[in-house]
């Protein structure tokens, strides 16, 4: 194995929880999970090249997983939009998952955050890892100043939705 190999394999060692993390915040089936991580994976080795070291490991890390995701999503949407019809009560089967346990706020916060646009998504899923707006506007290749415009909105749109649970 060569130097550029070893030094790959050890970045994303160190950093596959951020693969994880996106691939579950786009990806509800264990196999399209594993889809995408396998696709960012590839992404990143491609790209291994053209890394900056300018950015830190995670944040192009973030910014490759975000961009491969957001496009897998798009397909998978696609597909299933074509496919739903020949799916449709034929394998109806819910898996509980880890969130059976989980509290009900968490729940409805994951539930949400899924339903939002995939930008927003991706946004929500870097404000919930603590990453400061500077960090989020590089990883999103957007402002800081839009970055806390669109946070603050999104917190809005969340904060509604879980006053339109409670009144129910």
């Known amino acids: ?79 299933k939009q074509v496919s739903d019809p020949l799916n449709e009560g034929i394998l109806n089967f819910t898996d509980p998952g880890p969130s059976a346990d989980m509290d009900e706020n968490v729940r409805f916060l994951q539930q949400f955050i899924a339903e939002l646009k995939e930008l927003d998504k991706a946004l929500m899923l870097l404000y919930l890892e603590e990453k400061t707006h500077r960090e989020i506007a590089e990883i999103m290749g957007i402002s800081e100043t839009n970055v806390t415009t669109k946070i603050g909105r999104i917190k809005k749109v969340l904060k509604q939705k879980f006053s339109n649970i409670r009144n129910q």
């Open 1 to 79: 194995m060569n130097n550029r190999t070893e030094i790959f394999l050890s970045v994303i060692q160190t950093h596959k929880g951020i693969l994880y993390k996106v691939a579950n915040s786009y990806c509800y089936d264990p196999e399209d999970r594993k889809d995408l991580i396998q696709e960012i994976t590839v992404q990143l080795w491609k790209s291994f090249d053209n890394y900056s070291d300018q950015y830190k490991y995670s944040t192009w890390i973030y910014r490759i997983a975000l961009n491969v995701a957001i496009s897998f999503y798009r397909k998978e949407n696609h597909r």
